[in-house]
């Protein structure tokens, strides 16, 4: 009996060292997957803003209406659009498209959009989540 517990003690060692193994294998696992996925959905969002871009492409005084273009390649929606009047107020654009553009859906790259919420300006901005623009009326 003098010798089984040499045997026991080394494996009872090499089951602890096993499971310490393991669980930090998982643990650098979950690690990599959580950076991978953060890395990627980071990659993705600066991919879109690069290539969102508006310009405002006329400001009609009369009616109040701005137009403008989405020149980038990529589909702007609506709530990524910004429009402030006089370069500060922040301005509630029902934003129309040949027709009423749907919350939640977007303005496709060399689209028009308009906003008729310009009676009174000294100057626009437009905003997204790329480039905008700025004009005086």
Known sequence: ????T???AIIL????????????FVWFTRIQTDITQSVSNQTSQQ?????????IDVIDQ?????????????VIL???LSAYNNSVTLVSCGWTSGGPVVP???????????????????????TTIGTGDSRSC
């Open 78 to 80: 609506m709530n990524e």
């Open 104 to 126: 939640g859906s977007g303005l496709p790259p060399n689209a028009v959009a308009n906003c008729s919420a310009f009676a009174d300006c000294s100057s626009v901005r437009i």
């Open 47 to 55: 991919a879109r803003a690069t290539g969102t871009s508006a310009k």
């Open 62 to 74: 009369a009616s109040g209406n701005v137009y403008i273009r989405n020149t980038g390649t990529q």
């Open 6 to 8: 040499p045997v026991i």
């Open 13 to 24: 060692l090499l089951l602890i060292t096993i499971a310490m193994v393991g669980f930090t």
């Open 1 to 4: 009996m003098k010798g089984i």
